[in-house]
T-cell receptor
């Protein structure tokens, strides 16, 4: 079975400061990892994904995430947060070799980010 | 290129009534997924279509939920009869192929409220 944990329900950060949203995962094999963002009254928007190769993945809107296999983590980061980054962030995983898991994504519970001016 | 669209955006119904949600995937995407987020919890998988065939329906909660994808284009998700615990946001997503690395692109969701 595959699972994702986002340990923080909410992250508060001042504009201009670094932003980190934590994610840890569990899969039986190797993972595909994804970050999505949901802005108020909007759908889920894809930010970035890790497939293979370089552990540091760069995505949309200046976000990046670092895959750490030993710690089974995929934390989302942004060097300098903007007020407009305030949103709900979801981490998701799919097991590469888990044929029984199919193509479905397993999501974490979401982390609300509030960037204050 | 148009994204995934869902209709309606909101639906408020009474317990015992029937509701049908619609999803139009990105043109050319063979894979269509339904997910839902109930009571602010995790987004959970419901089912997966490849063209018009159900590839995986392991997440469907019970037989009150019926999903169809006629002709491999748009999909509908019917809840009949609706119960209070069905309230939540129903998301549809689509992807072009079956590769696990393929990005699933999500629609805006349908917020269902059952009173």
């Amino acid at each position: 079975a595959q699972s994702v944990a986002q340990p923080e329900d909410q992250v508060n950060v001042a504009e201009g400061n670094p932003l980190t949203v934590k994610c840890t995962y569990s899969v039986s094999g190797n993972p595909y990892l994804f970050w999505y963002v949901q802005y108020p009254n909007r759908g889920l928007q894809f930010l970035l994904k890790y497939i293979t190769g370089d552990n540091l993945v760069k995505g949309s809107y200046g976000f990046e995430a670092e895959f750490n296999k030993s710690q089974t983590s995929f934390h989302l980061k942004k060097p300098s947060a903007l007020v407009s980054d305030s949103a709900l962030y979801f981490c998701a995983v799919r097991d590469k070799e888990g044929k029984a898991a199919g193509n479905k994504l397993t999501f974490g519970g979401g982390t609300r980010v509030l960037v204050k001016p | 290129e148009a994204g995934v669209t869902q209709f309606p955006s909101h639906s408020v119904i009474e317990k015992g009534q029937t509701v049908t949600l619609r999803c139009d995937p990105i043109s050319g995407h063979d894979n269509l997924y339904w997910y839902r987020r109930v009571m602010g919890k995790e987004i959970k998988f419901l089912l997966h279509f490849v063209k018009e065939s159900k590839q995986d329906e392991s997440g469907m909660p019970n037989n009150r939920f019926l999903a169809e994808r006629t002709g491999g284009t748009y999909s509908t998700l019917k809840v009949q009869p609706a119960e209070l615990e069905d309230s939540g946001v129903y998301f549809c997503a689509s992807s072009p192929g079956l590769a696990g690395a393929d990005t699933q692109y999500f629609g805006p969701g349908t917020r269902l409220t059952v009173l």
